[in-house]
């Protein structure tokens, strides 16, 4: 799991009720008030503050490190998520990531070599 840290870019998961936050918004970690609230700023494209408002690890994922200045995987996002749903909410994604797989194997024109020399 990945622990947010200070100036990692964030995107929000709901729409927070108290905030002109939505769903799908990136901002950055600006301030840590205890392991699971921070207070996070959001920018528009000059870099100037549109919205501050604090929010719990529950209401986002983390989408870029600062300490490794790279992107987190698309593979460690989809983790985050999963990691936050009920355990059958959970099993229902992993039905679908079999589904998607099984239909990308099956419409794939490369056979994977299966059997090992």
Same mark, same amino acid.
């Given at each position: 799991?990945?622990?947010?840290?200070?100036?990692?870019?964030?995107?929000?998961?709901? !729409?927070?009720?108290? +905030?002109?936050?939505?769903?799908?918004?990136?901002?950055?970690?600006?301030?840590?008030?205890?392991?699971?609230?921070?207070? $996070?700023?959001? +920018?528009?494209?000059?870099? @100037?503050?549109?919205?501050?408002?604090?929010?719990?690890?529950?209401?986002?994922? $983390?989408?870029?490190?600062?300490?490794? @200045?790279?992107?987190?995987?698309?593979?460690?996002?989809?983790?985050?998520?999963?990691?936050?749903?009920?355990? @059958? +909410?959970?099993?229902?994604?992993?039905?679908?990531?079999?589904?998607?797989?099984?239909?990308?194997? +099956?419409?794939?024109?490369?056979?994977? !070599?299966?059997?090992?020399?």
């Amino acid at each position: 799991m990945i622990v947010p840290k200070l100036f990692d870019v964030i995107e929000v998961l709901s !729409d927070p009720p108290d +905030a002109d936050v939505r769903a799908g918004m990136c901002g950055t970690l600006v301030e840590q008030y205890t392991s699971d609230a921070f207070e $996070v700023e959001f +920018a528009d494209g000059d870099g @100037k503050t549109m919205v501050l408002c604090a929010l719990t690890t529950r209401q986002f994922i $983390v989408v870029w490190q600062a300490e490794t @200045k790279q992107p987190v995987s698309l593979e460690n996002q989809t983790a985050q998520i999963v990691a936050r749903l009920p355990e @059958k +909410a959970g099993e229902e994604v992993l039905d679908f990531a079999r589904f998607i797989g099984a239909r990308q194997l +099956a419409n794939s024109s490369v056979v994977p !070599d299966l059997v090992s020399a």
